[in-house]
């Protein structure tokens, strides 16, 4: 049986538990693809599931298949897989077992990757693009002309929502750390604020929708500087409905998802020149390990991503 190299883990806890194990190439089944991986990215749920701390990944799950998103090409085709054929660059939101030569790929979790930009690149969109589309669009109703506030915006969510937003026409106030200023002014934000040195709440007012990536007191601040009948929007924490009702306003946390459709609205923002990843570092695929310790420990401008292909 043809084998490969994955990153696993056999039991919860810091970065030694990552493995790099040879492992049977799995086959693809209905409505699947295999894809030959050429790139997946590193996401702050990856080194939260490590730690034990995701609840709905538990004992029973463990040896467990880090990686949440791939670029890569399609190297084999289940039964109904649809339109997607071999050879066809994709990238794709997967959910699981992405640190690897090869990974299975619903077809409703992936779409053919953005043409203008490399394997590296793509792979660092599906879970933080379609996180930041689904926080702005799907439950935050942004519209052109609307003011959104987005904590966190440097981040790989944060730098994604900005340039999402501003595509949409909205006007765009960020939060970031000092070192991170010139980077989201440089993504479109209209107004940057160091959170470092200046509580955001002392200068926002009246917003439309925020966009919180970060959650705590950073939230709890947050419902003073909606609009009436405004929304705060959180990917870590679910908002206090009492104090949402107390100040007349809609507070959502959510989960993002898969979803091809999104993927490729996504990938025709790039392909048109309005938004652009960006990868900070790049690390192989065997020192998955230091990646995640990286990105928990340095907290990266945009994303983090393992280099599978070479
Ligand atoms: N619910 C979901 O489906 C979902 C999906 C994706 C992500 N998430 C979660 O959403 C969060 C963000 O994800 P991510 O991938 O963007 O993480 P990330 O890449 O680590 O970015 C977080 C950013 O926030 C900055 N930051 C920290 N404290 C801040 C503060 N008080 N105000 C403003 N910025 C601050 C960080 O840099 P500095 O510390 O250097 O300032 C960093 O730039 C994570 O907790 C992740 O697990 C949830």
């Excluded at 970065?15 to 790099?20: G, M």
């Excluded at 997967?94 to 394997?119: C, F, H, L, M």
């Excluded at 955001?200 to 919180?212: P, R, T």
Aim: net charge neutral.
């Amino acid at each position: 049986m043809a084998k490969m190299k994955a990153v696993r883990m056999g039991a919860f806890g810091g970065p030694d538990v990552l493995r790099l194990e040879e492992l049977p190439i799995p086959d693809p089944g209905e409505a699947e693809i295999l894809a030959k991986v050429q790139a997946a990215s590193v996401n702050p749920i990856d080194y939260k599931i490590r730690a034990g701390k995701v609840p709905f990944i538990t004992a029973q799950n463990l040896p467990y298949a880090l990686g949440w998103d791939i670029s890569g090409i399609v190297a084999a085709c289940g039964p109904g897989s649809g339109a997607l054929k071999e050879g066809d660059a994709i990238y794709a939101m997967i959910g699981q077992g992405g640190y690897a030569e090869y990974a299975i790929v619903k077809t409703s979790q992936g779409a053919r990757k953005p043409a203008s930009i490399d394997y590296v690149g793509a792979a660092a969109v599906p879970l933080a693009g379609l996180t930041a589309w689904q926080g702005l669009f799907r439950y935050g109703q942004l519209k052109a002309g609307q003011h959104v506030l987005i904590h966190g915006g440097a981040g790989g969510v944060g730098h994604f929502a900005i340039q999402f937003a501003k595509a949409k026409g909205a006007h765009v106030i960020t939060t970031a750390a000092s070192g991170d200023l010139d980077f989201v002014r440089s993504l479109g934000a209209d107004e940057a604020i160091d959170y470092q040195k200046q509580r955001f709440d002392a200068v926002v007012h009246g917003v439309d929708l925020v966009y919180d990536l970060i959650g705590g007191e950073t939230q709890e601040r947050s419902f003073a500087v909606l609009k009436k009948g405004g929304m705060l929007v959180s990917t870590v924490a679910e908002p206090d409905q009492e104090k949402a009702r107390k100040f007349g306003v809609r507070g959502v946390r959510y989960a993002a998802e898969a979803n091809a459709a999104e993927l490729d609205a996504i990938a025709r923002l790039i392909d048109a020149g309005k938004v652009k990843p960006k990868v900070s570092k790049v690390f192989p695929l065997a020192e998955a390990a230091r990646a995640q310790t990286f990105l928990a420990e340095q907290h990266p401008q945009g994303k983090i991503v393992l280099s599978v292909a070479g």
